[in-house]
């Protein structure tokens, strides 16, 4: 029997070179006689770098691939994220809280999961403090918002790959992270064509028969991967795999990006993404190593585009020349994402905002199912209604939790009002927040395999965003308060202690750029 297997990617960018480079080490491509991963891409198609922030899971991904932390960091520009800081969510600043015109809200969504002893949770005992005099939730639950808000680094120079103390990912320019996987997936015997597609050739049975690239003529393969990004080439406009929009829920289908300078070379770099909240939408703020990356996303139905581009300069700041792109797209995904002999990975599958940098997280999780239930013979699509199951739950929950950042809130615009209706919310998202009046989400709420987020990032998004759980009758149940509140003293000295140990980000962005980590300035 010929168990050949050839696989075909078309697309490069992120999507296209991380599939490549993580099946050609899973599937152990370079000592297989028998598989052959080849990648084609257009070297006209430029990236769209919209997701240039991560999730923590890109650690465990890099080092899989063998990629060394210090030098991924050098060549991207990258820095470390720690999480995400939420601004006027809740209300917008000159409404200010019961309308006095002058505060701000803010919230912070760390990386860190909270603080628990014996397998309890201290959750319900921040429940129950005082809200006029209790720490923000984040705060008073981990060290990490104290860290990042003192600008200081979640790791030292002298520990190594991929550890540290505290949970984090990254910011890094997308078009130089794509060469750096691109130059590793080479490595692990990926073959590399550059050209144009120009045609999609189907057999009787509906599946693809062969490629048509105007550089190399035909391309046959077993299974073709579709990273071709919006214009979905395979998935979409060959095998017309249908797409649910999302548009209903998460009502933004516009972003406005572009790259700014520090103000000065010594400026902090902020190790955590800022989410601003505007009257139709939200605007990022990135600290890359020599830039911030900053863009505006807004609802074509609330605003137009020159009242996007007056807030995105409005943001910035007068003084600062800016040519932001423009982006147009319709959050959703493809309920069939594997059809035949074609799976579709990054925006060919699906797209959603980049509120909670799930963009590159999205691929990741399909490539890893993909190496999993990669079939070495019989029917090429036999994982394809598993995989289907599998990522379309994923995008659906995905879409859930980034539904709870907006439904909250009580600024009064139309837009904000909009998203406070149940109707625009998934009817799981309406009874969950029904029962979490009474009780904070637990890990019995979801189903691992299926989840991007766990029970304690909605946590930091419910109390964050000020959201009311009442415990008081059955404050009795909850006895441990002298023990709870040693707790909380202790996390609130581990913090201060961690701001004084670890380094400031910007000293450890640059430290890594010169000499790597160095296991020399270890402590003795």
Not at 70 to 98: C, H, L, M, V, Y
Not at 242 to 262: E, G, H, Q, T, V
Not at 378 to 397: H, V, W
Not at 480 to 506: C, M, N, Q, W, Y
Request: charged share 25%; aromatic share 12%.
């Amino acid at each position: 029997m010929d168990r050949r297997r050839r696989l075909l990617i078309v697309g490069g960018g992120t999507a296209g070179w991380l599939t490549a480079a993580y099946l050609a080490k899973s599937l152990r491509v370079a000592e297989q006689a028998h598989l052959e991963i080849t990648l084609l891409e257009s070297p006209d198609v430029g990236i769209i770098g919209v997701g240039e922030a991560t999730f923590p899971t890109i650690r465990t991904t890099l080092r899989f691939l063998g990629i060394d932390e210090a030098r991924f960091i050098r060549e991207t520009s990258a820095t470390f994220k720690q999480g995400i800081r939420f601004n006027d969510w809740a209300w917008a600043p000159r409404e200010g809280k019961g309308g006095d015109g002058g505060e701000r809200h803010q919230y912070f969504h760390p990386f860190e999961a909270p603080f628990s002893t014996d397998g309890a949770s201290l959750a319900p005992y921040w429940l129950l403090q005082n809200e006029a005099t209790r720490a923000p939730f984040a705060e008073a639950m981990t060290i990490q918002a104290r860290v990042a808000d003192a600008q200081r680094a979640p790791k030292r120079p002298h520990e190594g790959n991929f550890s540290g103390p505290l949970n984090y990912a990254y910011h890094f320019d997308a078009a130089k992270l794509a060469q750096v996987l691109a130059e590793r997936a080479r490595e692990l015997g990926v073959r590399h064509l550059q050209g144009l597609l120009t045609g999609v050739e189907l057999d009787a049975t509906g599946a693809i028969d062969h490629v048509i690239c105007a550089e190399h003529g035909r391309l046959d393969a077993d299974l073709y991967i579709d990273c071709t990004g919006f214009h979905a080439e395979l998935i979409g406009q060959a095998l017309k795999a249908p797409f649910k929009s999302a548009r209903p829920i998460l009502f933004a289908d516009r972003a406005l990006a572009c790259k700014i300078p520090y103000d000065r070379p010594d400026a902090p770099i902020q190790s955590f993404t800022i989410a601003t909240a505007h009257e139709a939408g939200w605007t990022w703020d990135i600290g890359l190593n020599g830039a911030r990356g900053v863009g505006t996303v807004y609802s074509s139905d609330h605003i137009d585009d020159d009242r996007a581009q007056a807030i995105l300069r409005g943001y910035v700041g007068e003084g600062v020349e800016i040519a932001p792109r423009a982006l147009s797209f319709e959050a959703g995904y493809r309920t069939k994402q594997w059809v035949k002999n074609c799976v579709a990975v990054g925006l060919s599958a699906g797209f959603l905002e980049p509120l909670e940098s799930t963009g590159v997280v999205l691929i990741e999780a399909a490539v890893a199912i993909i190496a999993e239930l990669f079939p070495h013979n019989g029917p090429i699509s036999a994982p394809a209604f598993r995989f289907n199951e599998l990522m379309t739950a994923r995008f659906d929950n995905i879409i859930t939790f980034l539904k709870l950042h907006y439904c909250l809130s009580q600024r009064t615009e139309p837009f904000w009002r909009e998203n406070a209706d149940p109707a625009s919310m998934p009817e799981r998202l309406v009874d969950l927040l029904e029962q979490w009046r009474w009780r904070p989400p637990t890990r019995y709420d979801f189903i691992l395999d299926l989840e991007t987020f766990a029970f304690f990032n909605y946590q930091y998004i419910l109390y964050g965003m000020g959201f009311k759980t009442d415990l008081s009758p059955g404050r009795s149940e909850f006895p441990d308060v002298a023990a709870a509140d040693k707790l909380f003293a202790k996390i609130k000295s581990f913090g201060e202690r961690a701001t004084h140990d670890l380094p400031s980000h910007r000293d450890l962005i640059a430290q890594i750029n010169r000499f790597g980590f160095d296991r020399s300035l270890e402590p003795a």
